[in-house]
């Protein structure tokens, strides 16, 4: 297979609205957009990673497609766009695609114009089922971008936009496109955070991945989009390992296999070995049976030597958006033009689940070492793993 490269990335969660701010604000440990509410449940506050600063407006011409959902989309883009540019110089605006995923896409909106029938008998006249659309918000950038290449949408739960970079590699080796927008977006939403509820998964505080004291998971909401192709760049995006063990609808396979599969393919699409990896961003959800089972996966690949942390606690966990966000997060300790000289401190209570395999922790003791080569880690519902390798390319390593 080719080789691809990633040009630039941009970025939107609850750490903040830019590389920098969320490059800045992961450094310190700080997460602005962290914040206890009761909006999802009256009389039960929850956690939730939320996005606060003021978002881009959609145009007038596309208001079919206005949603919060793609409000992030187009905060995310407008980071791209000169280096999109260019390659839209080189290859012509037929030959770039968009691929995304996404778990939920606006439909907040659907929440909000069923909840005003209800109150009134009467449709709303803000709404459009384009704002819901699974698919809308590959179709709202291929609007709002001006390309007219294929607009695909992956659905695979929390390895949604993981799974968006495998397609986009097999869309430019078949000769469908030169190259791709890839990544993903969720929003807030209730469905989410009550559908996790029910599954007595959501903590009322922050998230605590592989501690003894974890309760649940935070969600969260965000985009990251990825200009990929096969021209030389500092990033190279090195491998995409999949597996679908379809273990159980939403619990994870207690053992890790499917995600030792996805992790193992990886690591044998790139050529490296794990003692090459610098770092691994984990899934790390926080409940019991994803940290056990991932745990397990990583001690059995890599034992306790390789830097690992969750940033769940920092972002809440962006679903279909989560897999591109954690990419993004380390692609941004490997840009030089980015002033992240270590792994951050994983942000927890440090008190970790001695009935879990161990691990190696970000911490601030441990985390000196120079960072070239990262791997990231997503297992969504119905057992369907995918693990990301990044780093600098071969020539400038």
């Not at 440990?29 to 600063?53: A, H, N, R, W, Y």
């Not at 970790?352 to 791997?375: G, R, S």
Request: net charge negative; aromatic share 6%; hydrophobic share 35%.
């Amino acid at each position: 297979m080719s080789r691809f490269y990633l040009h630039d990335y941009g970025l939107i969660n609850a750490l903040g609205h830019d590389k920098q701010s969320i490059s800045h604000n992961w450094r310190l440990g700080l997460s602005p957009g962290m914040t206890v509410t009761e909006e999802f449940f009256k009389d039960q506050p929850c956690m939730i990673g939320q996005v606060l600063d003021e978002l881009p407006a959609i145009p007038p011409s596309l208001a079919d497609h206005d949603c919060r959902n793609n409000q992030l989309l187009l905060q995310a883009s407008q980071q791209i766009q000169s280096e999109l540019e260019k390659l839209i110089s080189l290859y012509g605006s037929k030959r770039i695609a968009i691929v995304l995923g996404t778990s939920t896409s606006g439909i907040a909106n659907t929440e909000i114009a069923l909840k005003h029938y209800l109150q009134t008998g009467e449709h709303p006249g803000f709404y459009h089922f384009s704002q819901q659309d699974i698919g809308g918000g590959a179709e709202f950038l291929r609007l709002q971008l001006n390309l007219s290449g294929p607009a695909i949408t992956v659905s695979t739960a929390c390895s949604s936009s993981g799974n968006a970079f495998a397609t986009a590699r097999r869309l430019i080796d078949g000769g469908f496109c030169d190259a791709a927008i890839v990544g993903g977006a969720d929003s807030l939403c209730q469905l989410t955070v009550q559908g996790f509820s029910s599954l007595k998964s959501v903590s009322p505080l922050r998230c605590q991945p592989f501690s003894q004291n974890r309760k649940g998971i935070n969600i969260g909401e965000g985009a990251a989009l990825f200009l990929l192709s096969r021209q030389p760049a500092e990033l190279e995006l090195y491998a995409v390992g999949c597996s679908s063990d379809a273990h159980h609808i939403s619990a994870p396979e207690p053992s890790g296999k499917g995600a030792v599969a996805a992790i193992q393919k990886a690591l044998g699409q790139s050529g490296f070995k794990a003692e090459d990896i610098d770092y691994i961003n984990l899934h790390g959800t926080a409940t019991p049976l994803n940290d056990a089972m991932e745990s397990h996966a990583i001690h059995q690949l890599f034992s306790d030597t390789v830097l690992c942390s969750s940033t769940k606690s920092l972002t809440g966990h962006t679903l279909g958006a989560a897999a591109a966000t954690e990419l993004g997060l380390c692609a941004l300790l490997l840009d030089q033009r980015i002033n992240l000289d270590r792994v951050p401190a994983q942000v927890w209570d440090q008190e970790y689940d001695a009935d879990l395999k161990p691990i190696k922790i970000v911490c601030e003791q441990n985390n000196h070492q120079k960072i070239q080569l990262c791997m990231s880690n997503s297992f969504a519902f119905g057992g369907n793993n995918t693990s990301l390798i990044i780093g600098k390319n071969h020539e400038s390593r």
